[in-house]
């Protein structure tokens, strides 16, 4: 069954330093998402992506981040400078359609990969 | 602002018997719902869904029911295997792609 990877599965880094996490999304997915857990806290949504362009961002997907598709497979969330408060898992997400807006029959469901735990020291 | 609310942070419940998880909501302009199960060190997996113009939805032993005059949504499990042990997240969305989460609840299924 296909499914969405994301590495490294655990990244440490210094409070200022720049990091990106790199996921693969289900190869016929076009919708691409980033959600983020904080340690004992809800999954929150981050930022989705679409047709190489942001589709929707949350309040916390400041100047700070930012998401690529650096090539036809990989997706990618880069946080410029990571400060202590960004200590969390975050996931990357893919869905074929869109969510309820697919004509063709397409499924909306989000899958999400295995996580990539950031911890800034 | 918490807008998906699940208030058991933990449920235990015996194997075999039925579990139920339940949910709440403030936002009476999500159409769409979700449950996700999340098994440690893994992404949560999509369980099952309903949308706002049922209000029952079935899939093997996984039921959702809807109840959109109390904002209120449930997931019944039946019946109840050792492998449904993980944390289960309620969730929401109105009519965009994002998907609002609930805090979780985390199942165990005792033998």
């Known amino acids: 069954e296909p499914e969405v990877t994301q590495t490294p599965s655990h990244q440490v880094t210094q409070m200022g330093q720049e990091v990106i996490l790199r996921c693969v999304p289900i190869?016929?997915?076009?919708?691409f998402y980033w959600y983020r857990q904080i340690l004992g806290q809800k999954v929150e949504f981050l930022v989705s992506?679409?047709?190489?362009?942001?589709?929707?961002k949350s309040e916390i997907f400041d100047d700070q981040f930012s998401v690529e598709r650096p090539d036809g497979s990989n997706f990618t969330l880069k946080i410029r400078s990571t400060k202590l408060e960004d200590s969390a898992m975050y996931f990357c997400?893919?869905?074929?359609?869109?969510?309820?807006?697919?004509?063709?029959?397409?499924?909306?469901?989000?899958?999400f990969g295995p996580g990539t735990r950031l911890t800034v020291l | 602002d918490q807008q998906v609310k699940q208030n058991s942070p933990s449920l235990s419940v015996q194997e075999g018997r039925i579990s139920i998880l339940n949910c709440d909501y403030t936002?009476?302009?999500?159409?769409?719902f979700l449950w996700y199960k999340k098994y440690p060190a893994e992404g949560p997996t999509f369980l099952i869904s309903?949308?706002?113009?049922?209000d029952k939805n079935e899939d093997g032993r996984f039921t959702v029911f809807l109840n959109k005059s109390a904002k209120h949504l449930s997931l019944h499990i039946v019946p109840s295997q050792p492998g449904d042990s993980a944390v289960y997240f309620c969730?929401?969305?109105?009519?965009?792609?994002?998907?609002?989460f609930g805090k979780g609840t985390r199942l165990h299924i005792l033998p």
């Open positions: 997400a893919s869905s074929e359609a869109p969510p309820r807006g697919s004509l063709s029959g397409a499924s909306d469901t989000q899958y």
């Open positions: 190869s016929n997915h076009l919708y």
């Open positions: 992506f679409y047709n190489n362009e942001i589709s929707e």
């Open positions: 936002n009476s302009m999500f159409d769409y």
């Open positions: 309903i949308s706002s113009i049922k």
């Open positions: 969730a929401a969305s109105v009519r965009d792609d994002k998907i609002i």
